[in-house]
């Protein structure tokens, strides 16, 4: 069986390998091309075989002089379930892997018979998806995540592995149809020919080019932290769920977020003034004053500063020493820049208002009071914080200078 692996020679590669079939033919065709790369393997401690898979994996990579990383943990019930905690902590894995080495490119040796299952599972959920089936090829902050075999057959890969005689070893799990996706593996997939399997690939491609198109028309609503939900009000439903997937893409939020959940914010958002805030697991979904952001309840910082000659230039604030607000209030050692809290008061024209009033009435987003800054001075008393406007910009005259969006961690 012949497979050419389209890829380019001169770059570094980290392969995610199980020691199944498929990544060990993708292990031998690494070789068969002289591509450098390194090994990344998990091992979740589930299966009974799972030590002397390591331990073979291992004696392989030795064998070819090939450096192996091992992630090793032992899965616990409490976690939830147990495929989406091990997806997202062999991809965390892998990420973190590639970073600490400085090879953004991870290979993975997912088959043809892999993306049919998954369009499968996609068409039963009947959620909002990227991409049907599998991609070839995308990057994450980074990160290259490439496919280099979703146009070979699973059957062709262990027949490779069979005709050069690889060691791989069978992952028993596979075959517990409680799991759905190998329900539709060997129920539906294994019972289709190879000419049904490639006409229904030519439909994931059809539907991918759709959707391609799809996300280029929402692009240009992407261009802010914020989504200004005056300028979609008028698009179709689909148009405004691709836009916040892309907007959780951009930022790297993973949820499983419901065409159901969605619908129920869009609804929200057209007929709702004010501020709220829907909540799906631990993402936060606000729309303040028709301003959409997205973010995880984590990504609020949380900061107290105390004022030296280094915070001049301190990465997340300047002060602008020379500025005239800075003049007139005298500002004196020690002072803290810090979180403001909503109990606090603040001085306006003789007249000290709650900073909670002060959020409602600058129409503030909810996200934004958790981390807007104060000045206080040594004895707690907030002195000083800056003005919240629509489309927020400091300018000459600020003493404080920061990006307000960036106090929300991305």
Not at 104 to 126: G, M, W
Not at 168 to 197: A, C, K
Not at 202 to 217: A, F, V, Y
Not at 285 to 295: G, L, P, V, W
């Amino acid at each position: 069986m012949k497979i050419n692996l389209d890829l380019e020679r001169k770059e570094k590669y980290i392969l995610a390998c199980s020691y199944g079939p498929d990544s060990m033919a993708l292990f031998n065709l690494l070789l068969e091309n002289n591509i450098f790369f390194v090994v990344a393997h998990v091992n979740y401690h589930i299966l009974t075989n799972a030590d002397e898979d390591e331990k073979k994996l291992r004696e392989y990579c030795e064998k070819h002089n090939i450096k192996i990383y091992v992630y090793s943990m032992y899965f616990d019930k409490k976690m939830g379930n147990e495929e989406g905690v091990a997806r997202e902590i062999r991809y965390t894995f892998f990420k973190n892997l590639a970073k600490t080495l400085d090879i953004p490119n991870i290979l993975i040796a997912h088959n043809l018979n892999d993306s049919v299952e998954t369009y499968f599972l996609q068409k039963e959920r009947n959620n909002y998806v990227n991409c049907y089936g599998l991609s070839s090829y995308y990057t994450k902050n980074g990160v290259n995540m490439i496919r280099p075999l979703l146009n070979y057959f699973k059957s062709d890969l262990e027949e490779y592995c069979k005709d050069n005689n690889i060691p791989y070893s069978i992952d028993y799990s596979n075959f517990d149809q409680s799991y759905r996706r190998n329900y539709f593996r060997h129920s539906v997939v294994n019972n289709l020919s190879r000419e049904e399997i490639l006409s229904i690939n030519n439909e994931i491609k059809s539907l991918n080019l759709k959707k391609e198109m799809q996300k280029l028309r929402v692009f240009k609503y992407l261009s802010d932290d914020f989504i200004n939900f005056k300028e979609i009000e008028d698009l179709p439903f689909s148009d405004f769920q691709c836009l916040i997937y892309q907007y959780m893409d951009k930022y790297d939020i993973v949820s499983d977020v419901t065409k159901g959940f969605i619908e129920d914010f869009y609804d929200k958002c057209k007929f709702h003034k004010g501020t709220f805030v829907s909540k799906i697991n631990d993402v936060f979904f606000e729309c303040s004053y028709k301003k959409i952001i997205i973010y995880k309840e984590k990504s609020l910082s949380s900061y107290k500063l105390d004022f030296n000659q280094e915070l001049i230039n301190q990465k997340m604030f300047k002060i602008n020493t020379n500025s005239l607000l800075f003049k007139q209030i005298s500002l004196q050692n020690p002072y803290i820049i810090k979180n403001l809290s909503k109990d606090d008061k603040y001085l306006i024209k003789d007249y000290y208002k709650p900073i909670n009033r002060l959020f409602i009435d600058r129409k503030m987003p909810y996200c934004l009071r958790k981390v807007w800054p104060g000045i206080y001075d040594k004895d707690g008393k907030l002195i000083y914080t800056p003005r919240y406007r629509e489309n927020y910009k400091v300018n000459d005259d600020s003493i404080l200078i920061f990006n307000s969006t960036k106090l929300i961690k991305r």
